[in-house]
């Protein structure tokens, strides 16, 4: 089962699958998707949630989850949840599911769920948006993870969509096709003619079942050139940028009448990195060129995340500042406190007081 929780969640989930339950606090954004399996409203005891969405309050959206509890905990199991991490309601309600997920003892690997979150691009988007998330990360995720007791965890961000200026659908759209190479292999693995190895149904949901982040990406395998070269060029830029794998798994398509023992040096690099892939190599008769797709599992401790995001919040604020100082600029509002950076920004100029009192005239603070 595919469940899209608030905005982001619910739109991707939705492009997923048209049969996604989509769960929202807010009507109206329900209402707005086009399609969609089940749409459950998740009231929230407050008045004020009804209609306008947790307004970026995760405590708003943790509020609304003891509504949905037991079913979403119900439909939850064995499947894929999608969410944002930066908003009200994706992040509070899926914040209860991952805390719950975490209280239990353990949970069968037919039962696991996997999480897609959706990350926002740190430099451009709103304060709250950015501080949520590490909230997010900083508490009930780092506890779930610890607990083992959830699936894959894909870390999308928001980085590409912001860089490239695309559209969200247009995101969304590339962000749902991505995955679903991924999700393909399985199928592949049925339908095409198997060449070496094999992963079936039951191997490609184990993979998922275990808790760690996937960093899954694809290309045209050029079997002249070193694997790490190609994958190290090759990484999926819509999702956080991967560490060294503690477990893979590959899918190789080799075009008609191709040399199926080009699987080889991928092995031999898993190899020397101590993992043991599952793997399997099919003919594609609608290739002319091998192509594979791979998935890592990665390990990355919450506090490292963290420390990615909160780095790239302070140079963030520290530039902004920096500006205000020199051009008198507007200052949008910023998520790490102004006085302080201004403070460290007017230490580095060696004036201290002049400064803060001049941003404090121009309401800068
Ligand atoms: N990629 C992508 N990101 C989105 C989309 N909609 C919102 N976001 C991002 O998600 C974050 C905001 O979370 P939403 O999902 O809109 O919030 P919500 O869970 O509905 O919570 P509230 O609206 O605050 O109640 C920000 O980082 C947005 O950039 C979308 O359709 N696609
Ligand atoms: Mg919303």
Redesign the pocket.
Known sequence: MVIGI????S??AAKLDAQATLI???ET?LEKIPQAGRRILAVVHAEHGRFR????NPSI?HDAYLSVRRELQELARGGMVF??T??????GITTGLLQDLAARETIPESEKTSFGL?L?YAPL?PAE?VRNTIDFLRGPLSEAIDSGNTGNIFLFS?RV?FESRLS?EA??IK?VESLKVFLAIPDKNDTLRLLDGHIDPEDFSLFMARPYFNHFTYFDYDPGTPFGKQLEANTNALLLPPETPIEALFLIEVPAGGDPTVFYDVLQHFNDLNVAPIYSVVENPELKQPFITVGLLYSRKPAELLDDFNKRNEQHAQVKVRKSLEQYVDLPRLDVSLEKEAKRAAKQRGSDEDILQVLKRLGKL
């Open positions: 608030g905005g982001a969640g739109k991707v929202n606090v807010s954004e969405g947790s307004r970026k959206g969410s944002s930066g908003g009200g309601t994706g992040n959706v926002p988007e948006f928001n969509k969200e995101f969304n962000m």
